[in-house]
């Protein structure tokens, strides 16, 4: 069974912490994605990462950096976590070697900055 | 405009009734189309995808393509309480179906009333 975790379903961090959300997929696929949403607000794509080391900017990158050191692994990082960073975020993966390539999403993390 | 739109709901029928939700797209060049459907705290799961135009089938859902008015839609047939969820149309454009990026829609909550 395919699967994409999380390493964390709730968290709770004080504003000017460092916060790490950490994703793994065992699918072996090229693409991963952070996502943000929002209650009216929808997806909104955080940033994107196509390969190893690779990284891509998505629609929301303010406030936010990103690692991938392993094929496997997509880590999202708040340098200084704000209360406009309460959210819940999503990660997901997807493969480049298909075209009819769906995303598969990881069970999410609900983030509350105070 | 907004690259995906969905009709905004909410959508309310009755338990056995047919649930139609609509999405349009702006990217003529789209090639990939999915719905996800997302309980309420829980992560998007993809349910139908649909790469032609036509009707594909699957139980009790039946998602429709029509790439000249550039409409997709997903109809569910004996409508269940358990089908209530918000409902996320995604389209990979021609540009993004390498990347394997999708666009999605803000969604369609649907409640299902016994």
């Known amino acids: 069974d395919v699967k994409v975790t999380q390493s964390s379903r709730y968290l709770v961090k004080r504003t000017g912490e460092k916060v790490f959300l950490e994703c793994v997929q065992d699918m072996d696929h090229e693409n991963m994605f952070w996502y943000r949403q929002d209650p009216g607000l929808g997806l909104r794509l955080i940033y994107f990462s196509y390969d190893v080391k690779m990284k891509e900017k998505g629609d929301i990158p303010e406030g936010y950096s990103v690692s991938r050191e392993k094929k496997e692994r997509f880590s999202l990082i708040l340098e200084s976590a704000s209360t406009n960073q309460t959210s819940m975020y999503l990660c997901a993966s997807s493969s480049r070697r298909v075209i009819r390539n769906e995303q598969f999403f990881g069970p999410g993390t609900r983030l509350t900055v105070l | ?114």
Not at chain 2, 18 to 35: K, P
Not at chain 2, 40 to 64: H, V
């Open chain 2, 1 to 114: 405009q907004k690259e995906v739109e969905q009709n905004s709901g909410p959508l309310s029928v009755p338990e056995g009734a047919i649930a139609s939700l609509n999405c349009t797209y702006s990217d003529r060049g789209s090639q990939s189309f999915f719905w996800y459907r997302q309980y309420s705290g829980k992560s998007p799961e993809l349910i139908m995808s649909i790469y032609s135009n036509g009707d594909k089938e699957d139980g009790r859902f039946t998602a429709q393509l029509n790439k000249a008015s550039q409409y997709v839609s997903l109809l569910i047939r004996d409508s269940q309480p358990s089908d209530s969820a918000t409902y996320l149309c995604a389209v990979n454009s021609a540009e993004n179906t390498n990347a394997g990026k999708s666009t999605f829609g803000d969604g369609t909550t649907l409640t299902v009333k016994p």
